[in-house]
């Protein structure tokens, strides 16, 4: 088993908004011996059930206001902290890649038998969570995306997206409200203090390193075939609803990738605009969730 860091338990308690009680599973598959933390809200037997990927470099937390909106219409709503990041086990830097990433999700869904899937996902939680309905389409029927992109290596990404790499490269010992400022400065200092629980040290930022350098930039890097082949299947083969909402003060993944990130999934909702929000749309999250419900209605 490779070296792992787990955050104390203490750095989580009495976060501000934020009562939900903790749930593990430790034995998936292809990452034997690590320990994925999730929030599990609602009834287990709700015929839907909502699966909220986060990104960089966030955790649960982030959904905190779009999971009691989904519970309130007496869904289940299951939240995951990826390898590396909120209450979850974090490897030492050199585990992290697309796949092991990926993988672990798809042994999450397996584990958890989740099903009627709506997967929500926003940065990398829509660069992985994206490419998982071809994997599973009997499980997964909807798809929340905002401020995400499938990355298939074709395309240049902005200048805005190499300024924030180089940062994360320049400050491996990151301040987490601190980077997430670089990123969105829409988002209150005293709510990104609160992203910094699960990162005490040096070696618990481990995840949030690798994220920067683990996106796919050429056609050849890992995880760009994946893309793309999950891009021609959302176009083509997929025949459930999507919803696509934008940060439209994203300088990363603006107001435009996401229009094009709608023209690749088949039958994909007009992108739903939140003007007062940046790249983590999801503090702002109560309103595009509604608005997702109707959608799906």
Not at 33 to 56: I, K, Q, S, V
Not at 122 to 150: C, F, H, K, S, Y
Not at 270 to 283: I, K, N, R
């Amino acid at each position: 088993m490779p070296d792992v860091y787990r955050t104390p338990d203490d750095r989580f308690a009495d976060l501000p908004d934020f009562d939900f009680p903790p749930h593990y599973v430790d034995d998936l598959p292809a990452t034997p011996g690590l320990r994925m933390h999730y929030l599990d809200e609602g009834p287990a037997n709700a015929h839907n059930t909502f699966l909220c990927l986060h990104g960089e470099p966030t955790w649960c937390y982030l959904y905190r206001k779009m999971l009691r909106v989904f519970v309130s219409t007496g869904a289940r709503v299951v939240v995951p902290d990826l390898f590396g990041f909120g209450r979850s086990d974090k490897p030492d830097d050199a585990v992290y890649s697309f796949d092991f990433h990926r993988q672990s999700l798809l042994d999450f869904i397996a584990k958890l038998a989740l099903k009627n899937i709506t997967v929500v996902g926003q940065d990398w939680g829509g660069i992985l969570g994206l490419t998982l309905p071809v994997e599973v389409p009997e499980r997964v029927g909807r798809i929340i995306a905002m401020n995400t992109i499938l990355t298939t290596g074709e395309l240049p990404l902005p200048d805005a997206f190499f300024a924030w790499k180089q940062w994360a490269a320049d400050h491996p010992d990151m301040d987490i409200a601190e980077a997430m400022g670089v990123i969105d400065s829409t988002v209150p200092a005293n709510v990104r203090e609160v992203y910094r629980a699960p990162y005490p040290n040096l070696r618990s930022k481990a995840g949030p390193r690798a994220f920067p350098r683990l996106v796919p930039l050429g056609l050849d890097d890992p995880g760009a075939a994946t893309s793309r082949r999950a891009r021609d299947w959302l176009q083509n083969e997929w025949r459930g609803k999507a919803f696509i909402a934008s940060g439209t003060q994203d300088p990363i993944l603006s107001l435009p990738v996401m229009q094009l990130l709608a023209s690749w999934i088949r039958g994909a909702s007009p992108v739903h605009e939140v003007t007062s929000a940046g790249h983590y749309v999801q503090e702002q999250g109560e309103g595009v969730a509604r608005a997702a419900l109707a959608y799906f209605a």
